[in-house]
């Protein structure tokens, strides 16, 4: 009986030595999370506090994000880690339609979280595209479209109904900006919130990422139109960036719409003085790799010469070269510059 008892002591001292353990673990989490240089991490630690439902400190998390002066490496603000937190945590098509549930627990333990809504909002926005997933327009049902549509409308209505709080907050000018050019039916429109919000936070890039993406062919636009868009920015955007937006904003493009050869090859020169402000301003390794991949890719030996010359073993990383330009494709053109 009495071995019982002490196993049965040992047993719970192990139990509040592991929930304490757990409850600083996140204490930690919270009060750090502003300090980390990667992007990834942050957005990876913002989801964990999220679906731990530790809320209080995803409150307190979220908020030394949103208004912290700071940057990661690559120049982008603290606060874009939040959104795409949320973004990956409710995917757009993807979403599990239960996640409301958890939105509702927060509110429950948090009564007037401002980012609550922000959440809600986000959860409408990916049901929609779970209504009318990812195919091509004339291969959805009008069923599909009318559900699309109605949740766009109530993820519109939540944040225009939010706090004055989140409306003061990066994160509800680019959820509503995704929201409106989604969209002819909605209130707002696309344009009109990004040049609001670019008054507001100029350097929250994301914001000209996300309207780029409609602009291109595969969305009615074209690559002229892409250009444009791209340039009028950078010449609006020149005494906080110079030069340095109209790479960053083609970089943006190739991920899920690559801009083709020749329409690179025909805005070189401005790519490549662009390329060197931006390594300038924001010496991220990253960038360093790309340039010397958007070299290889138009063929300019010269500049592919000095960009991989610039780039020490530490940073060389084949990870953040283009998939069409990769650095394994690329050797050959190294290997005849060295001949």
């Not at 009008?142 to 939010?162: D, G, I």
């Not at 990422?209 to 609006?236: C, H, M, S, Y």
């Not at 401005?270 to 360093?288: A, Q, T, V």
Request: charged share 20%; with cysteine; glycine share 2%.
């Amino acid at each position: 009986m009495v071995k019982q008892y002490t196993n049965f002591v040992h047993c719970a001292r192990l139990v509040v030595i592991l929930k304490l353990f757990f409850f600083a673990t996140f204490a930690d989490a919270k009060s750090d999370i502003a300090s980390i240089n990667s992007f990834d991490e942050t957005s990876r630690q913002i989801q964990v506090l999220y679906q731990s439902e530790q809320f209080s400190s995803l409150e307190e998390a979220i908020n030394a994000l949103v208004f912290s002066t700071e940057k990661f490496s690559s120049g982008k603000p603290k606060a874009s880690a939040v959104y795409w937190a949320f973004r990956q945590q409710m995917p757009a098509p993807g979403v599990d339609i239960n996640e409301i549930e958890r939105i509702r627990r927060w509110r429950g333990q948090v009564p007037l979280s401002p980012y609550t809504d922000f959440a809600e909002s986000r959860y409408w926005y990916a049901l929609a595209w779970n209504a009318r997933g990812n195919g091509f327009s004339n291969n959805v049902t009008n069923k599909s479209w009318q559900a699309f549509n109605t949740n766009l409308l109530q993820a519109e209505k939540v944040l225009l109904e939010s706090s004055a709080s989140l409306k003061g907050t990066p994160l509800w000018h680019h959820l509503l900006l995704a929201i409106a050019q989604d969209s002819e039916e909605t209130k707002s429109n696309a344009n009109d919130v990004l040049v609001a919000a670019a008054l507001k936070w100029p350097q929250y890039y994301d914001l000209y990422e996300l309207r780029l993406t409609r602009l291109v062919p595969k969305w009615g636009g074209d690559w002229q139109t892409v250009d444009t868009f791209i340039a009028a920015w950078t010449n609006k955007q020149f005494d906080t960036e110079g030069r340095s937006l109209y790479a960053r904003l083609y970089i943006s493009m190739q991920i899920k719409n690559p801009v083709p050869v020749n329409e690179i090859r025909l805005h070189w020169n401005e790519l490549k003085n662009s390329f060197n402000d931006l390594i300038k301003r924001y010496p991220d390794p990253k960038f360093k790799n790309l340039f010397a991949s958007y070299a290889c890719l138009v063929g300019d030996k010269i500049q592919y010469r000095k960009s991989i010359s610039a780039l020490n073993s530490k940073e060389l990383n084949a990870n953040d070269w283009l998939p069409e330009a990769s650095a394994a494709n690329c050797t050959s053109l190294n290997q005849f510059i060295n001949s």
